[in-house]
């Protein structure tokens, strides 16, 4: 497996709490992303990085905020969780996709909002 | 709404068959990715495709990508049941500092 490591890997928290998920790699690879997996969905991009401090949002960044301070951290926050924000969280990483290179996955956070 | 849409959503075979499955995006594209996804797992790559392809070969796998239909098609031959599993296509897009964007996937079934 590539060196990503998502933590916490399961989470409950109640509607209202901040909640913060980490995904810290090893490869030192450009791009870093963060999807949300939903039945009947697949995965919808919530927020990616291209570099240090360089993020942009995806289809689904509402209620989302990221932080890239290093290389290897791409933290992804939910500043006031909702029970609409109840699904699994992955990261993933890319050298770089636009020089048609593939991106590894982490193993996902479960985040349950009560 | 979504980059990528598969078709179709679920797919039933039995060991030894093929399975095809199809991706339709709406925008340009550098390449378009496929993976698999086991249940309960990250997902994992299985093949990229540059925009200047048309057909690309690994294994029992075979994808093609045609950008004037904005489609491509995951060829699996002769399934096994190891191949259960959902399949995604992932669209990177030309306008984008590497947005990937992925469809609702694909699950297949082969049985025994």
């Known amino acids: 497996d590539a060196g990503i490591t998502q933590s916490p890997r399961h989470k409950v928290t109640e509607t209202g709490t901040p909640v913060t998920l980490r995904c810290h790699q090893t490869e030192n690879h450009r791009y870093m992303y963060w999807y949300r997996q939903d039945p009947g969905h697949g995965l919808r991009l919530i927020h990616y990085?291209?570099?240090?401090?360089?993020?942009d949002k995806g289809e689904v960044s509402d209620g989302y905020s990221v932080s890239r301070s290093k290389t290897e951290d791409f933290l992804l926050t939910l500043e006031s969780a909702t029970s609409s924000q109840t699904s699994v969280y992955f990261c993933?990483?890319?050298?770089?996709?636009?020089?048609?290179?593939?991106?590894?996955f982490g193993q996902g956070t479960r985040l349950t909002v009560v | 709404s979504q980059q990528g849409e598969e078709d179709p959503q679920a797919l039933s075979i039995q060991e030894g068959e093929n399975a095809t499955m199809n991706c339709s995006y709406k925008t340009s594209i550098n390449n378009l990715q496929w993976y698999r996804q086991n249940s309960g797992r990250g997902l994992v790559h299985l093949i990229l495709?540059?925009?200047?392809?048309r057909e690309k070969h690994s294994g029992r796998l075979r994808v093609t990508l045609d950008t004037s239909k904005k489609s491509s098609s995951l060829l699996i031959t002769a399934s096994r049941a190891a191949d259960t599993a959902s399949y995604f296509c992932?669209?990177?897009?030309?306008?984008?500092?590497?947005?990937?964007?992925f469809g609702a996937g694909t699950q297949v079934v082969v049985t025994p």
């Open positions: 990085s291209y570099g240090v401090k360089d993020t």
């Open positions: 495709i540059r925009s200047n392809e």
């Open positions: 992932a669209t990177c897009l030309t306008d984008s500092w590497g947005k990937l964007q």
């Open positions: 993933a990483i890319s050298e770089s996709v636009r020089a048609n290179t593939e991106a590894f």
